[in-house]
């Protein structure tokens, strides 16, 4: 067990390119989640899946936004045309369905929008 | 709507000195609170889940305490590797976890 992971661990990019973030969770571990994370402030809820199943979404998840988990193992998160206000931390965590309280988090992905 | 605030927002002790940071919370249908500590840079790291009133949690100098409507982590002689910010959060019957802002704990030598 190797803890879940997220790659990049760091992403600079220009105001309005795409970009795409990917998550390995826990294996064996049917949900992951998505938060985003601000400078002093605690992670906000994104969206997250159970197994492939994509269960909630967010207000803050703009249709500019959109998740993955195809074959419910890794997912993906695309932000398309990046805004300066998308400069956040984005964390992904997984639980295992038994214990959907406790929930292990990834080392996040540090995204600048220039 | 469901919030956590937690307090104060940052707090500086000296190596030892033993303090206490508290988490209020407002949620319908409390399914657990949780503790985290995460360091600069990194993800947030799990420490506890508290389930009901009275319950409390250990562990090395940390210790956790539920009331109905406030959560205190206690700190015992803490040490500057104890520097980290605490994050608390809860779970409602919805399965989202809210966060509160955190407090920044700084333990200087």
């Known amino acids: 067990d190797t803890g879940v992971s997220q790659d990049p661990r760091h992403k600079i990019t220009k105001r309005g390119q795409n970009v795409t973030f990917r998550c390995d969770p826990i294996s064996e571990h049917n949900r992951l989640y998505w938060y985003r994370q601000t400078l002093g402030q605690g992670p906000e809820f994104l969206t997250y899946f159970q197994n492939e199943a994509q269960l909630e979404k967010s207000r803050l998840l703009s249709d500019r936004f959109s998740a993955e988990r195809p074959k419910g193992s890794f997912s993906t998160l695309e932000i398309q045309r990046t805004e300066q206000g998308d400069s956040a931390m984005y964390l992904c965590?997984?639980?295992?369905?038994?214990?959907?309280?406790?929930?292990?988090f990834g080392p996040g992905t540090r995204l600048t929008v220039l | 709507e469901d919030q956590v605030t937690q307090s104060p927002e940052a707090l500086r002790l000296q190596e030892g000195e033993s303090s206490s940071l508290n988490c209020s919370y407002t949620v319908s249908g409390l399914r657990g609170l949780f503790w985290y500590r995460q360091d600069p840079g990194k993800g947030p790291e799990f420490l506890f889940t508290?389930?009901?009133a009275g319950e409390e949690k250990e562990k090395e100098r940390l210790k956790a305490t539920l009331t109905k409507k406030e959560s205190f982590l206690h700190i015992t002689a803490p040490k500057p590797e104890d520097s980290a910010t605490y994050l608390c959060?809860?779970?409602?019957?919805?399965?989202?976890?809210?966060f509160g802002k955190g407090t920044r704990l700084h333990i200087l030598p």
């Open positions: 508290l389930y009901s």
């Open positions: 965590a997984s639980s295992p369905l038994a214990h959907t309280d406790t929930q292990y």
């Open positions: 959060a809860v779970q409602a019957g919805d399965d989202k976890i809210i």
